[in-house]
């Protein structure tokens, strides 16, 4: 979708038909309990896991409102990785009658405008995938966290690279008995990248594989990034890459594009590991060029929002949901190798 200057990217209305682009609603004081409105901004509309995620939040959002008879109206904001953006986008969203907001924040460390106009307008907020610190959260008794187990993630990919190289000998190109890996990380100070990185290696050396690190980069996230960074260590190191351990999927698609890109022949790649189990990660576990992935359940992290969401605007009760702390709701990773790719697939496929 392109982005011109109007804020507002999406606005889904289920149910009743909110009358003007431009808010939230006008309805809700007098028919709370009928109609509900929530309030969405995401740190970048490109993200592919985070777009993936706010598209089973809107399937989750139909199937809630034909249960429930309430009609849930979404609007989806991009903050286009800007904080002040951000910032204003909830301000509009508190303003226009917001019952919840769902915040994915752009800068974890800079929620405090956000927390003060939620004290001020009561209006709770589920923050999701981008966790502020403890400290944040417990500024105001409304807040919330929805997102995933993130030391699980580091493990997992780490298990799934030192079982590759116990497994097979192909793995150890020059066959000193040690795996040379590089990093792909996610954004610097993100708590996914810092967490995943230190956990898969120590994950690797723990599982008695000896491991010399040879570069990391920092790639955002992204695909396009990711290649770029891989096509310079390759020209450092070539062959020598053993392993690519990416923060995520699409960093470590972004490596298999560099190996393709410069004609090395797939026999002769390292191997390859990601995490997020997106659609296009699972394609590629599936056609052998990933090693594996890490499931991080989006299916399982968009329903927790929804059903948080659903229940904080309509005063029901949080017992159902399993939270700890009265604040967190965090979904296990799952391990994804070719063996099982299939049932992720079609996990998948079963959204539109
Ligand atoms: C991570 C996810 C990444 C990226 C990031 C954005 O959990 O694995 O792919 O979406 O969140 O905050």
Request: charged fraction near 25%.
């Amino acid at each position: 979708m392109k982005l011109g200057k109007r804020l507002i990217v999406c606005v889904i209305s289920l149910g009743l038909i909110v009358g003007s682009l431009s808010g939230c609603g006008n309805d809700v004081q007098e028919e709370e309990v009928k109609s509900i409105k929530i309030g969405v901004t995401v740190y970048d509309q490109y993200d592919t896991f985070v777009s993936q995620l706010i598209d089973r939040f809107n399937v989750y959002a139909s199937e809630k409102e034909a249960e429930t008879g309430v009609a849930i109206n979404i609007e989806v904001y991009n903050a286009a990785d800007s904080q002040p953006t951000q910032n204003s986008q909830v301000e509009t969203m508190m303003g226009d009658g917001c019952n919840v907001v769902c915040v994915n924040l752009v800068d974890r460390t800079e929620p405090k405008t956000i927390i003060d106009m939620a004290e001020k307008n009561n209006v709770p907020v589920i923050f999701f995938n981008r966790e502020l610190v403890a400290e944040d959260l417990e500024r105001w008794e409304q807040l919330y966290y929805v997102g995933a187990k993130a030391f699980e993630s580091g493990i997992m990919e780490g298990e799934i690279a030192a079982d590759v190289f116990k497994n097979d000998s192909a793995a150890d190109k020059n066959g000193d008995g040690i795996f040379q890996y590089i990093v792909l990380e996610g954004e610097a100070g993100h708590q996914d990248a810092i967490v995943r990185t230190e956990y898969s290696v120590s994950t690797i050396i723990e599982r008695g594989v000896e491991v010399e690190k040879l570069n990391y980069a920092i790639a955002n996230w992204n695909r396009a990034q990711a290649q770029t960074k891989m096509t310079q260590m390759l020209g450092e190191y070539g062959n020598k890459i053993e392993l690519v351990l990416a923060n995520n999927d699409d960093m470590a698609l972004g490596a298999i594009d560099a190996l393709k890109a410069a004609e090395i022949a797939p026999e002769r790649w390292p191997v390859v590991v990601g995490i997020d189990g997106t659609n296009v990660g699972l394609e590629a576990v599936k056609n052998g060029e990933m090693a594996g992935t890490v499931y991080n359940d989006k299916e399982g992290q968009a329903k927790a929002m929804l059903d948080l969401a659903y229940e904080l605007s309509t005063g029901g009760s949080l017992a159902g949901l399993d939270m700890e702390d009265g604040k967190y709701i965090r979904l296990p990773y799952a391990k994804v190798g070719v063996e099982d790719v299939e049932e992720y697939i079609e996990k998948s496929e079963m959204m539109p």
